[in-house]
């Protein structure tokens, strides 16, 4: 248990679908982040959220489109996916200093049919 | 975005140190070097951290080049448990903390 917690742990969905997956914590943190990890390939950093601002989108499609209420909950909204964004998605939260460590929820693993 | 550079995989005997290394060579003056462990279906744990100086904690140790463009994770014992990818990174200091990007990483097989 990290203190981080994802919903759903596994999703399908069809390309037609919406459908949201959820980030929490309530470890005191201000950073939370998105990643997306395709089979035997490195995470690919997605969004960073600081203070519920977002600080960071790295040219991802506009078919996903993270939501950030408040700093202890992160959403990744997704609509008509395509079968390639079959993937691990991983959220992260941390202070927002570089001399402090990152948790990582367990992710969602999403198939997209 | 300062990259790092890790052999793809590396194998070790169980109960024997491994030394996992890390090249950084564009390394900035504010960056952390970060060390994070994946295990199979699961989400990257945060091992260790440093700037300039070695550091130890229960889980690993962490020797940082005098010029800052390599470093080292160093597992004292292996365990089978410790089988999993190996995540060096470069995080930025102050104002650029979410440059958090991760790279190719080193897959460490244990044998027993």
């Known amino acids: 248990e990290t203190g981080v917690t994802q919903t759903p742990r596994h999703l399908v969905m069809g390309m037609t679908n919406k459908k949201s997956l959820k980030c929490e914590q309530h470890?005191?943190?201000?950073?939370m982040y998105w990643y997306k990890q395709s089979a035997k390939k490195p995470l690919e950093l997605m969004f960073v959220?600081?203070?519920?601002?977002?600080?960071e989108n790295n040219s991802v499609p506009s078919r996903f489109s993270p939501e950030c209420p408040n700093s202890s909950h992160l959403f990744l909204h997704l609509h008509t996916l395509q079968p390639e964004d079959s993937a691990l998605y991983l959220c992260?939260?941390?202070?927002?200093?570089?001399?402090?460590?990152?948790?990582f929820g367990q992710g969602t693993r999403l198939t997209v049919v | 975005d300062a990259k790092t550079t890790q052999p793809n995989s590396m194998e070790s005997n169980e109960e024997e140190p491994v030394h996992l290394p890390c090249n950084h060579s564009?390394?900035?003056?504010?960056?952390?070097i970060h060390w994070y462990r994946q295990l199979p279906s699961q989400g990257p744990e945060y091992v260790i951290h440093?700037?300039?100086s070695n550091v130890n904690n229960r889980m690993a140790s962490l020797a940082i080049a005098e010029d800052r463009k390599s470093s080292t994770l160093i597992l004292h014992r292996a365990t089978l448990r410790d089988a999993a990818v190996y995540y060096c990174i470069l995080r930025g200091g102050w104002g650029n903390f979410n440059k958090f990007y991760f790279g190719s990483g080193t897959k460490l097989n244990v044998k027993p």
């Open positions: 992260a939260s941390s202070q927002n200093e570089g001399n402090t460590e990152a948790f």
């Open positions: 470890l005191g943190h201000n950073a």
């Open positions: 440093g700037l300039t």
């Open positions: 959220y600081n203070f519920k601002e977002q600080t």
């Open positions: 564009t390394i900035s003056g504010t960056d952390y």
